[in-house]
């Protein structure tokens, strides 16, 4: 199944009332060239088919950006980012922020070994969690805390909605 329509299901199971829109391909060669780069053919499909509307928050208290506020890591984020995602920043598009950005997750279009790889950035440290676009929502709607830390780190795991949900 195309991560746009596992997104869009698993959206709508979990009652996260995302909205989402079909985004013309001149808008996604627009965000390309204003930074130089090719979007890899999953994330392209899932922008141009399924991307959100607005600012959201998921069941995860995740909130994936609409076409229009997806930015480079450095135009986004302004604290220093650790290898090895650091050497391609410039070439890398957040498009999920978690809990009001506690971390973000950018998918790298760098014309390297990283390229459609998705990148986890805020925590310590920086680090690539999935190999493409596909298989970081496929396991972000399964097991989002599989792609929520680089492998060997740990970071809070807290659901602070849920624990609102429950005073």
């Not at 760098?110 to 929502?137: C, I, L, N």
């Not at 399964?142 to 792609?147: L, R």
């Amino acid at each position: 199944m195309a991560p746009y329509l596992k997104l869009d299901a698993w959206w709508s199971k979990t009652g996260a009332g995302i909205q989402t829109k079909r985004s013309s391909q001149a808008a996604v060669a627009e965000l390309e060239s204003r930074y130089g780069i090719v979007i890899p053919a999953d994330f392209r499909d899932y922008l141009c088919q399924g991307a959100p509307t607005a600012e959201n928050w998921d069941a995860e208290d995740g909130n994936w950006w609409p076409l229009e506020r997806i930015k480079s890591i450095p135009d986004e984020y302004e604290h220093p980012v650790s290898d090895p995602v650091a050497k391609g920043a410039a070439k890398h598009l957040i498009f999920l922020d978690y809990s009001i950005w506690c971390w973000a997750w950018a998918i790298s279009c760098a014309h390297d070994e990283t390229y459609g790889k998705v990148a986890v950035v805020g925590g310590a440290p920086d680090g690539y969690v999935a190999d493409t676009f596909a298989e970081f929502v496929d396991r972000y709607t399964t097991d989002w805390i599989s792609v929520s830390q680089v492998p060997g780190n740990t970071k809070p795991t807290g659901r602070f909605r849920a624990w609102l949900r429950n005073l």
